[in-house]
Structure formats: structure tokens, C-alpha cells
């Protein structure tokens, strides 16, 4: 409701001075007789990457079957970079891709693994997350998305 329907997306800063807050954020479309959708969990200053904590993303896909996409919040008022690799199950890497995110900035990469320049299909591959920004924090996590139903999987980083 906050982008309104069909119209827009976003990040969603929430500040609180509960320490026990529990943050959720859901998407649900119609999809024939019932519904599909997918649901984040808000993310926490250690949950973010950082210059000291890079990430890995599991599961990339991109093929006939599904697609990835990458998405990427800046958490803090200073502009930073992230460098975003892929590494196949055989152990071949892509990249690096070097995103520039404005303070406060978001994007979404389409089909990542592409984008880093893998070339066929892409099963069972991770991202690689880091930023040479001192003082930055990004959230991140991937969409997999079916390509024949658009039903989408949340992989969180780890």
C-alpha cells in the first residue's frame, strides 16, 4: 500500500525505539483460483553487508525454468558501491559488477547472473557480495522467479 497498487517499489526504512519490534513485508498477486506471492523479513543493521561482512546468496538460477533477480538497498546517507561475482557449482566465476547505490538508494538487477556475464544456462550458483565503502550497509536478497508461473522464492544472504 505504501507504493501503491501495481505502480511502484521500493525499500521501506523503519526506525523504532522498541528493541523487540517484528518487521514483515508481503507481496500477493491473483494467479487463477488462489494467490502467489512472496514475504522478506525486515532486515537489521547485522543482517546487511558491509566493507567488514561481505555476503553469499544461494541458489541462482537462469534458465528455461527460472530467472534471478538481485535486489540491493543502501541502508545508510552515504553513497556507495557494491561488487557483485558468480560462482557455478563447476567452480567458474563472473564479474565482477560494480553497482553504484545513491544514499538511501535501491535497485533491482534482472536476471543477475546474465548481467555478471555468465552465458547459457545457471543452476545451483551463488553470489558473491562485497563494497569497498567504509561506513556503508546494504540490505540484499535474490528473487527466483518461475518463468512459467512467476511464483518467486526469497534467498536471503548468508
Not at 553513497?79 to 558468480?86: G, K, Q, S, T
Not at 544456462?121 to 540490505?139: I, K, N
Request: charged share 15%; aromatic share 4%.
Amino acid at each position: 500500500s505504501v507504493f501503491g497498487v501495481g505502480e511502484g517499489w521500493g525499500a521501506v526504512e523503519i526506525t523504532s525505539d522498541i528493541p523487540d519490534l517484528v518487521v514483515y513485508s508481503q507481496t500477493i498477486a491473483a494467479a487463477g483460483v488462489g494467490s502467489i506471492g512472496s514475504a522478506l523479513p525486515a532486515f537489521g543493521v547485522s543482517d546487511t553487508l558491509r566493507a567488514d561482512r561481505p555476503v553469499t546468496i544461494a541458489a541462482v538460477e537462469e534458465n528455461a525454468g527460472a530467472r534471478t533477480n538481485l535486489l540491493l538497498a543502501n541502508a545508510t546517507a552515504v553513497a556507495m558501491a557494491v561488487d557483485i561475482r558468480l560462482v557455478t557449482p563447476d567452480r567458474r566465476a563472473f564479474g565482477p559488477l560494480r553497482v553504484h547505490l545513491p544514499p538511501k538508494g535501491m535497485t533491482q538487477i534482472n536476471r543477475v547472473a546474465g548481467a555478471v556475464g555468465a552465458t547459457g544456462d545457471v543452476s545451483g550458483a551463488y553470489l558473491s557480495l562485497s563494497t569497498p565503502t567504509p561506513d556503508a550497509a546494504c540490505a540484499a536478497a535474490t528473487t527466483v522467479l518461475d518463468n512459467h508461473t512467476q511464483d518467486t522464492r526469497v534467498v536471503l544472504p548468508r
